[in-house]
Each structure stands twice: as C-alpha cells, then as structure tokens.
C-alpha cells in the first residue's frame, strides 16, 4: 500500500469556484502533512502545513487533516486561474525504518480553473 | 540568494559522460535531499543527508553518486547514465531530525535528458 494517495483527478473548475483536492494515507502514527503547489516545468512549493487534526486556514487555502479517517485535503476557496497547477500532497516516510526529515508524495492532482 | 539554489537548470549529456548537479540551500537547514521526478509517477526520494551524513540511499543505481561536503551545499554526480534517467532532478532542504515537522524546500531542478 503506497503511503500517501491522491486518487482524484485531474480536477476543473470554473473560475470563483472551490476547487477540494483529497488525499489518504496508511501510516495512522503520522503527524503532519504537507501540500505543494508544482507548476508546469517548475518545481515543488510549499502551500500548506498541517500538524493537528482539524481545520488551518491560510488566506484562500484550508488544510484539513482527519487522522480518525486518515484522510487530509485542501480546499482552494474563490479559485483563480492562476492556482491551475499540479496540487501534491506529502507525508512523512518511514520507509527504511527511519524517517530523518523524510517525506512520500502522492501522484498530483492537475487542477485547471477556467475563466 | 535565498532559498535553494540549483544549477545548472537544464543538462543534455550521452551516456557515457560525467556530469555533477549542484545544490545550495541559504535557510540555514541541515537536511538535505536528493528527489527523482519522472512524468506520471511521483517524486521519488533518491538520498539523504544530515549534518554531512548520508542517512538514507534509496536503493539508488551507482552510477549516481552523492556528495555532501558541509551542510549547505549537496552534489550528485552522474556517470554512465540510461536514457530512462532523463528526469527532473530536485534538491531541497530541511530542518534536522523532526520526523513530524519536516517542512522541505525545494530548489528550481535541473531537468536533465540523457541522449
């Protein structure tokens, strides 16, 4: 079983829309997630942090984390087109036996908002 | 410079020549990683580095080589490669040893083809 999944996609939504974005994961002990936003032929950023179940919210980004469910997803609020992009979401890996800061990304979600 | 710095950004080199990827990260971090991103699959975690150290090799071929001299700057360096290693090469960087709170940094890449 891979260790973070994102099923989904690829995702379109009009403009001014909520775009959701899903992701699962296995390892029921992990304790933060992380989602990057990855632009054609760019490389990964940073959009979001979460640490605690529940809800974060970062201007039109909210994170949510579900550990009971192991689930967390990102909601794009007031969607633009400019957030078209890929959307990966990150866990930490165990793999090895040690984690040392690593982290397991799911496959992407492509999300298109047109005008 | 801020950030993490990776050079060169594009990379064309036959399968029997030597080439080195460079990386330098100014946050002040001492993880460093290696990342593989091919098209349609996820990133793929190639190596770690803290404090210097190799902690992580992800069953990698040899002809890729790490090479970390200090915590700032990492270096992979390539040798005999296969056409199936043409990938977006990424480094990034973390704070140490938090295995839940691992916020990683990525650099530009170095899109890499092997002809």
């Known amino acids: 079983q891979k260790e973070v999944e994102q099923n989904s996609g690829p995702l379109s939504v009009p403009e001014g829309a909520i775009a959701s974005l899903n992701c699962t994961y296995s390892d029921r002990g992990s304790q933060s997630f992380f989602w990057y936003r990855q632009y054609s032929g760019k490389s990964p950023e940073l959009i979001m942090s979460i640490y605690s179940n529940g809800d974060k919210e970062d201007g039109r980004f909210t994170a949510q984390l579900n550990k009971a469910s192991q689930y967390v997803s990102l909601l794009i609020r007031d969607s633009q087109p400019s957030d078209s992009a890929t959307y990966l979401c990150?866990?930490?890996?165990?793999?090895?036996?040690?984690?040392?800061?690593?982290?397991?990304f799911g496959q992407g979600t492509i999300l298109t908002v047109h005008p | 410079e801020t950030g993490v710095t990776q050079t060169p950004r594009h990379l064309v080199m036959g399968m029997t020549n030597k080439k080195s990827l460079k990386c330098e990260q100014h946050l002040g971090h001492n993880a460093m990683y290696w990342y593989k991103q091919s098209a349609k699959k996820p990133l793929e975690l190639m190596f770690v580095y803290s404090l210097e150290e190799r902690v992580e090799n992800n069953s990698v071929p040899s002809r890729f080589s790490p090479e970390c001299p200090n915590s700032s700057h990492l270096f992979l360096h390539l040798h005999t490669l296969q056409p199936e290693d043409s990938a977006l090469y990424l480094c990034?960087?973390?704070?140490?040893?938090?295995?839940?709170?691992?916020?990683?940094?990525f650099g530009q890449g170095t899109r890499l083809t092997v002809v």
């Open positions: 990150a866990g930490p890996s165990n793999a090895g036996g040690t984690s040392y800061g690593k982290l397991t």
């Open positions: 990034a960087s973390s704070k140490k040893y938090r295995a839940d709170n691992t916020e990683a940094f």
